[in-house]
């Protein structure tokens, strides 16, 4: 069976601080991975994906995750956060070939102080 | 590009009240997705449309809930006899086919009292 573990409900992070949140996921096969953010009161946004290939992908506002089939994880990282960034992060595994029913994780909280 | 549109934002209706939401699909895009969001039990999927063909209903309650796609520019989620445990955020998404990511609308927050 799929499934995403995001350990940390709640993160704080001081404002130029850098960032990462875990995610650690079990699939049979190689996912397809993807971080995505949620705003109060907004859908859910795309920061980045995975599909294959080098195992760091880039994203949007400075967002980078790295791949690591032999730890089952896709971290999300950001060198320096800022107060905008303060949000809800879901991590999601599609199962990949023949799989459309996505899995999603529990998200991770993150507040950035001033 | 408009991005996936959902219709309304909010809809507060009383206990037994029916409830329809809309959602109007990225152009282009086959698949169509429709999912609940509560903080107890966070995103749950509710049904799957590929090229407007229903393909999976599993996580749908199947008594009071039902979701049609009559064209590829909208799809509608209908709860009847609405409960307040259907009170949630009810997300559509709509990607280019499975597999690939998923665009989200803004949700409908449905408040049953």
């Known amino acids: 069976a799929q499934s995403v573990t995001q350990p940390d409900a709640r993160v704080t992070v001081s404002e130029g601080a850098s960032l990462q949140l875990r995610c650690k996921y079990s699939?049979?096969?190689?996912?397809?991975l993807f971080w995505y953010v949620q705003y109060p009161r907004q859908g859910l946004q795309l920061l980045l994906k995975?599909?294959?290939?080098?195992?760091v992908v880039q994203g949007v506002n400075g967002f980078e995750a790295e791949f690591s089939k032999s730890n089952s994880s896709f971290h999300l990282r950001k060198a320096s956060v800022h107060w905008s960034d303060s949000a809800v992060y879901f991590c999601v595994l599609c199962p990949g070939t023949g799989g459309y029913k996505v899995v999603f994780g529990s998200g991770t909280r993150l507040l950035v102080s001033p | 590009n408009a991005g996936v549109i959902q219709t309304p934002r909010h809809k507060v209706t009383g206990k037994g009240q029916e409830a329809t939401l809309w959602c109007e699909p990225i152009?282009?895009?086959?698949?169509v997705f429709w999912y609940r969001q509560t903080i107890v039990q966070g995103l749950e999927f509710l049904t799957y449309f590929r090229n407007q063909a229903p393909i999976d209903d599993s996580g749908m309650p199947k008594e009071r809930f039902s979701a049609q796609m009559p064209n590829q520019s909208h799809s509608t989620l209908k709860i009847q006899s609405t409960q307040p445990q259907d009170s949630a955020v009810y997300l559509c998404?709509?990607?280019?086919?499975?597999?690939?990511?998923?665009?989200f609308g803004p949700g409908t927050r449905l408040t049953v009292l």
């Open positions: 998404a709509s990607s280019l086919d499975w597999g690939y990511e998923q665009y």
């Open positions: 699939s049979s096969g190689t996912p397809y």
């Open positions: 152009s282009g895009h086959s698949a």
């Open positions: 995975y599909y294959s290939g080098d195992p």
